[in-house]
């Protein structure tokens, strides 16, 4: 069956640093996948999708990799920012499905 | 301009009752998906809905049901509750093709006693 894994371990960082998360999967072969970022009591809020035929997305200080060969796709955080601390999610789409498969997701803590 | 919006924020019930769950999409939006999502985990899948009719379920038992109205808002419905069904229930919603990003309500917190 399919599996996502996001990183196991919370992420703590220090303000002004990079934060990679990663996002693997095996058994799914996705057609796009898309990064969310929910904060506590919260629903989770969209923040990029990449397509299979994508390498590469950035939107501001986010960037997001898809590598479909390695089965993996990596979300970085460029000069964070204590209001970047939250849980990361990352989710993954079928050509021919409508449902998002979820991972359990990556929480991030920025420390000033 | 609204987002999805969801009712109630917060319910309490006891095993073998029944619940109903509604969410109001995001306008210009015509698809909802419902999700559970538990403590410590992402969402999963329930069901979604797209003029009117379920166009694709996850895995979940028929005790889960759900409905979608003319004016698109749409209501979850769960029957003989059991504690494994405590969660938060979220509902996305997005226009047309499945590749769009989902907006998702604030969800609601089921406690099941």
């Known amino acids: 069956s399919q599996k996502i894994e996001q990183n196991s371990e919370a992420l703590n960082i220090q303000e002004g640093k990079t934060a990679t998360l990663t996002c693997n999967y095996t058994n799914y072969s996705p057609a796009y996948l898309q990064w969310y970022r929910q904060d506590p009591g919260r629903g989770p809020v969209f923040l990029l999708l990449?397509?299979?035929?994508?390498k590469e997305k950035r939107k501001e200080r986010l960037k997001v990799t898809f590598d479909t060969t390695l089965k993996q796709s990596l979300f970085h955080i460029t000069a964070s920012q204590p209001a970047d601390s939250a849980t990361y999610l990352c989710a993954l789409g079928g050509r021919d499905d409508y449902k998002l498969s979820f991972g359990a997701g990556t929480t991030v803590t920025v420390r000033a | 301009d609204a987002g999805v919006t969801q009712s109630p924020t917060h319910l309490i019930k006891t095993r073998g009752q029944q619940v109903t769950l509604r969410c109001s999409p995001k306008s210009g939006h015509d698809t909802v998906s419902w999700y559970q999502q538990a403590l410590g985990q992402g969402p999963q899948f329930i069901f979604q809905y797209y003029e009117e009719e379920e166009r694709q379920r996850g895995n979940f038992p028929d005790r889960f049901s759900g409905h979608q109205f003319p004016n698109y808002s749409s209501e979850l419905n769960v029957n003989a509750l059991l504690l494994g069904d405590s969660a938060l229930y979220l509902c996305?919603?997005?226009?047309?093709?499945?590749?769009?990003?989902?907006?998702f309500g604030d969800g609601t917190r089921l406690s099941i006693l």
């Open positions: 990449i397509r299979e035929n994508e």
């Open positions: 996305a919603s997005s226009f047309g093709n499945s590749n769009q990003p989902q907006h």
